[in-house]
């Protein structure tokens, strides 16, 4: 489940499944579209709750599944949270989950999970290791994890949960995901998305439900 949330209204929930949702590509299903030229797709071998749930392969370039179009502004609180699985392979790639402004355009904050220790960065000033993520190696119930954050539009900062647990908070929104890292104002909360940083040769994948 993909759930950006006000504090006063549900903006938009989806558990990816039919008849709104069919096996096969997610770009182009009910506002859903593909970043890169990776494979996402919706399917039914394992899923968080209900029957489906999408697939991210790992691609050489950075790519992966995104909801836009929410183009929430003002002094608002939003929630944007999801079940995700990482799974371990022999040649793992990096992953991403996320926020940016209307278009893909300025990050809001989330969290980048580094290939070699699955450590959990902040993305922020410095991406700051705040966590590890608990990468899975079978596919069953404890795979997933669901990971949330709670933007504050007003003081441009956020905290990041995963399990229940606040791993940080007070995070300053990034304004850009390449170091130093701007801190630049983003005031409209636009887009979420999942996917992996890229790397050839890797041989990973994961699901968001």
Known sequence: VLVPIRA??????TGFEAPAFTAGAIAGQNGW??????????????SYAGSQAVFVNNNSTQSGPYYGGVNVSGPVMIQQSAEIAIFSSTNESGWQFAATGPGLSGYI????????????HAITAGFPIIGTFPVATAF???AWNNVSFLFDLATQTYSITIDGVTLDSN???????????????????????????????????????
Do not use: M, W
């Open 33 to 46: 579209s593909v970043y890169g030229t990776g494979i996402s797709t919706v399917q039914n071998s394992l």
């Open 8 to 13: 006063d209204t549900v903006l938009y929930s």
């Open 171 to 209: 995070i300053p929104f990034c304004g850009n995901n390449t170091p130093p890292c701007s801190g630049a104002l983003v005031s409209t909360y636009g887009d979420g998305f999942f996917d992996n940083l890229g790397v050839v040769g890797a041989n990973d994948s994961a699901y968001i439900d």
């Open 109 to 120: 904050g989330g969290i980048d999970v580094d290939p070699t220790t699955n450590a959990i």
């Open 140 to 142: 069953n119930s404890t």
